[in-house]
């Protein structure tokens, strides 16, 4: 039977792919906490409709740095999708471009850049990127990307480190031994994931990727491309403002799917600060978490541009390769066109603010109820202790 939502592909995926590659995919940071709390943070969020309003026709479509996409969803960055299936990223970028939206290539991609472009000519694709210590080759990853017709480059800012993904130690992750990192040359050291003892990707990352980076790189960054630059990684207002300040064209709200610190806010209540901080001046994206149309909707309501997704589209992949990322997109959409209809909107243009409340009295995720058991544990720690009137002078 064909799955009919994003938690059924999930399902599948994790029955079908190696469990180091599962954990890889699915697994977040130390305790989890934020990896639960992002999807939580949305489940928090209740609709307020108008009802009454012909919606008999819909406008889905938006536009995006001067592209029109078919609805506010982008395909967020996801690394090494050949080992969720031989096709790997190009047949993410040809459903992507059949959806009518944006892919975002990684850094981290399996096969080179310049193939995924040619795999569907012409469709619109983002370029992420992680600065690595030798300038040189981020220089040549850069160009590459602007000469192949990516018309951005999204700009991760969020890993200096790479966080503490204990089921990538236990499983001791490297990249398979029959692929490679596709976007760098045979004799690089870049090239590879090697197996180590615990993590190989922590390895990769602590032995390559500049940890130095700073707000001053922007300038350097954009010396070398015409490209707009989007940071990802953002989750506060002053870091929105100096994204602002400093010329980038966008930003994308992301915790990195929770994969780096856990305990950080998660993407969907950290979005109006930053959508308030830039005033309009740049669209504002946001990721992590985003498992259903309505989530979507949500978050263009909370003043959103557009939305990303990541690990649903490497559900799809997994289960049904370039289809199934096809069938997980026209989910979301569908989802997303009827939660519109019963909010009584017909364009993306009516999603307002005031269409979503935070709701006190929705279910606790574990950050909440773990914050509401140590309340109540000082509260009980202040009704034992002895009043003045009970102490002896």
């Known amino acids: 039977m064909k799955p ?19 954990d890889y995919y699915a697994s977040g940071a130390d305790d989890e906490q934020t990896l639960q709390d992002n999807e939580d943070g949305f489940k928090r969020l209740r609709f307020r409709p108008r009802v009454l309003i012909d919606v008999s026709a819909h406008d889905l479509a938006i536009n995006v740095l001067g592209v029109n996409i078919s609805f506010p969803l982008i395909v967020a960055p996801t690394a090494m999708q050949k080992m969720a299936h031989p096709e790997g990223e190009c047949a993410t970028s040809r459903a992507v471009a ?28 983002w370029f992420q990127l992680y600065v690595y210590k030798d300038r040189e080759k981020v220089k040549q990853l850069v160009r590459r990307a602007e000469a ?57 990352v602590a032995s390559l990727i500049d940890r130095s980076l700073s707000w001053r790189d922007i300038a350097w960054l954009k010396s070398i491309t015409r490209l707009p630059i989007i940071v990802k990684g953002v989750v506060t ?23 780096q610190l856990d305990g950080v806010i998660s993407t969907i209540d950290a979005l109006e600060e930053v959508v308030q901080a830039v005033q309009g001046k740049i669209p504002v994206f946001v990721d992590s978490g985003v498992r259903r149309g309505t989530d979507i909707l949500k978050a263009v309501a909370l003043g959103a541009t557009a939305a990303l997704v990541g690990r649903p589209v490497v559900w799809g992949l997994s289960v049904g390769g370039q289809k199934g ?4 997109l026209e989910m979301l959409r569908n989802e997303f066109e009827l939660a519109m209809s019963l909010c009584g909107c017909v364009s993306v ?38 009043t003045s009137s009970d102490t002896s002078h």
Request: glycine content about 8%; some cysteine.
């Open 325 to 328: 990322i096809e069938h997980v």
């Open 237 to 259: 207002g002053a870091d929105a403002r100096m994204a602002v300040e400093n010329g980038c064209a966008g930003i994308i709200v992301s915790n990195h799917g929770a994969r």
């Open 349 to 386: 243009a009516d999603i307002k603010r005031e269409m979503v409340v935070r709701d006190n009295f929705a279910p606790l995720g574990r950050a909440e109820e773990s914050a509401l058991e140590a309340l109540m544990r000082m509260a009980l720690n202040m009704e034992d202790r002895p």
């Open 4 to 22: 009919v939502n994003v938690y059924e592909y999930h399902a599948l995926a994790k029955a079908k792919l190696p469990k180091m590659v599962y």
């Open 98 to 125: 059949n959806a009518g939206t944006i892919m975002t290539l990684s850094s981290w991609s399996t096969i080179a850049l310049e193939e995924v472009a040619a795999a569907a000519p012409g469709a619109p694709r």
């Open 148 to 204: 192949a017709g990516y018309l951005a480059i999204a700009l991760t800012v969020d890993t200096p480190r790479l966080g503490r993904r204990e089921a990538d130690v236990k499983n001791e992750f490297s990249l398979p031994g029959h692929l490679t990192m596709g976007n760098f040359t045979d004799a690089s050291k870049e090239r590879n994931i090697e197996a180590v003892a615990g993590s190989g990707l922590a390895n990769y």
